[in-house]
């Protein structure tokens, strides 16, 4: 009998770097993942970081409505969807054995453009640590060592210091501005995020060791094959 890891090979992603991990998700990752959510993302004094606060929707489980029903659609279908063509990596980030964040990965036309776009958090009970700044060296490290990508971009709303410090330890450069809209349950409001950009001459990698394990089948997913760089 065929494993997971052999039906959808993302699976067997394993990025680690001293006591931080990251995976794939999957569906055993998800009572872990709610709780974490609940405990709270958003750092009080900061500007929502997210496009959608997702994060403060009433909390309703076995509901159709409400938290963690609507993120359950949007996690699947980052699976159902993932194709060469356009694809999404939802990496939970271990500490210590500890579910604390998530990492994001996001490509569209990779093979023509080796343009990969990031996006992270973490708990709010989880910050201080350098995780952060770890897991997002991690994910960068991958798209350009592993996936061959000459850039990943990020971004994040005007005035989130936290953020903007993470991405410049990473190496990330200003990239310009854009006025964007954010919704919230009351009402739509409009905001200015800061784009920033990472390419591996600036990249400032992690100072331990990292391993990766599953890179080869993610890239034969990807029909990337022979898209390894060394490091």
């Not at 343009?115 to 709010?124: A, D, F, I, P």
């Not at 592993?146 to 993470?166: F, K, Q």
Request: with cysteine.
């Amino acid at each position: 009998m065929l494993t997971l890891e052999e039906i959808f090979p993302p699976f067997a992603l394993r990025i680690a770097c001293g006591p931080v991990v990251l995976s794939v998700l999957r569906d055993d990752d998800l009572p872990e993942l709610v709780e974490l959510v609940r405990s709270g993302i958003q750092v009080p004094d900061l500007p929502m970081p997210f496009l959608r606060d997702w994060h403060e929707e009433p909390f309703a489980p076995g509901s159709p409505d409400g938290f963690p029903t609507t993120s359950l659609g949007w996690w699947w279908t980052q699976r159902a969807t993932f194709a060469p063509d356009e694809w999404r990596l939802a990496l939970v980030v271990r500490r210590d054995d500890v579910l604390v964040g998530m990492q994001d990965m996001h490509a569209k036309d990779f093979p023509q453009t080796r343009h990969v776009m990031t996006g992270s958090w973490l708990g709010r009970a989880h910050h201080g640590q350098g995780t952060g700044t770890l897991m997002r060296q991690m994910a960068v490290g991958f798209a350009f060592d592993e996936l061959g990508a000459d850039r990943c971009e990020s971004g994040y709303i005007v005035g989130n210091h936290a953020s903007a410090a993470v991405s410049r330890k990473v190496g990330y450069v200003d990239n310009g501005r854009r006025r964007i809209v954010q919704h919230t349950r009351q009402s739509k409001v409009g905001t200015d995020e800061q784009r920033v950009v990472v390419t591996s001459t600036s990249y400032v990698r992690p100072g331990d060791e990292v391993t990766v394990d599953g890179a080869d089948g993610v890239r034969r997913f990807l029909g990337l094959e022979g898209g390894r760089r060394d490091a």
